[in-house]
């Protein structure tokens, strides 16, 4: 593939991508036509940033995922052996690209805006594999761009966050079957304010602020195990699955469709094509079927965390 050089000028003089949007929305742009997308796990994403340091490219980061994509020219020559949890995205695979402005945030945001270098694949490579990475995850990220910095620093881990309790890893196990708040407390014997409070403790754990996130979050994570599933997997287009990525908080919203309207009824139809009863059991089939295998990997996650 041959390298891209179309450039515009941005914000202070910058040359800027030709994908970046023009308006204040996140739009989507193809991996592997005009980027190559590296996907690292945050507590893994941050500390390479810092091992980086000003020879980092673009960087986006999404808090609700807890992943990071790493944009590297399109014609990179990437290695084979990316460690375990980082995925290279494969081409024609939608992600969302937020204004140059969006630099925080719980959702997709710039960590590193792009205009100010390039990310080798080599040197993303060598830091992601160096064992010393290992001490540093989990670390927070830096106040200012790691381009700014004028050598790698070294940033403390803090403690690892409290694992799930027992009665969190339950309540949310009965979310992804579309049990209602009522329904998980009948099924545990608890008052639906403590179930209420279990969900929002959750939520405010992974940053989660929809039910569909939480799901995905718990899922992602190998907290919990999707539920057993009767009925294949329908057949669903690009389309619905760039909405189930959405629901999921993967990606931007696909051009097209608006947070209402066509994209609420989108979702409505795809739970009626599926069988959910709720937008966290839908995400929950979506990981049984497999449909968005760069998000979940239910095979590999259902031994990690198990229910007591």
């Given amino acids: 593939m041959t390298p891209r050089t179309r450039t515009r000028r941005a914000l202070g003089g910058w040359d800027m991508p030709h994908w970046m949007p023009n308006s204040s ?19 893994l994403a941050r500390p390479a940033l810092t091992a980086l340091g000003p020879r980092t ?5 999404n808090r609700t995922t807890r992943t990071w994509h790493f944009l590297l020219p399109s014609y990179s020559v990437l290695p084979d052996d990316w460690p375990h949890g980082v995925r290279v ?16 945030g719980r959702d997709i945001h710039w960590a590193v805006p792009p205009g100010l270098g390039s990310t080798s694949p080599a040197d993303l490579h060598r830091v992601l594999r160096d064992p010393r990475l290992l001490t540093a995850r989990a670390a927070p990220a830096p106040a200012e761009p790691p381009a700014a910095a004028t050598a790698p620093v070294r940033v403390a881990a803090p403690a690892r966050p409290r694992p799930l309790t027992s009665a969190q890893l339950r309540v949310g196990q009965l979310l992804l079957t579309g049990a209602s708040d009522a329904q998980i407390a009948e099924e545990l014997g608890l008052p639906v304010g403590i179930v209420r409070r279990h969900l929002t403790s959750i939520g405010r754990r992974f940053g989660a602020p929809t039910a569909a996130r939480r799901a995905t ?7 919990v195990s999707p539920p057993p599933v009767s009925m294949l997997a329908p057949d669903l287009a690009e389309t619905d699955l760039a909405v189930l990525r959405v ?17 609420l009824d989108r979702v409505d139809e795809l739970r009626e094509r599926c069988g959910a009863r709720s937008d966290a059991h839908l995400i929950a089939l979506a990981a049984a079927w497999e449909l968005l295998p760069d998000l979940f990997n239910p095979a590999s996650a259902s031994g990690k965390e198990q229910l007591p």
């Fill in 89 to 104: 995205m494969p081409q024609g695979r939608f992600i969302g690209i937020p204004p140059l402005t969006t630099t925080g």
């Fill in 247 to 263: 629901l999921a908080a993967e990606d931007g919203l696909p051009a097209g469709l608006r947070p209402r309207g066509p994209f």
């Fill in 25 to 43: 929305e996140t739009l989507s742009a193809r991996c592997g036509e005009d980027f190559t997308a590296v996907r690292v796990p945050a507590d």
């Fill in 217 to 223: 979050a718990l899922l992602a994570g190998g907290h």
């Fill in 57 to 61: 490219g673009p960087v986006l980061a």
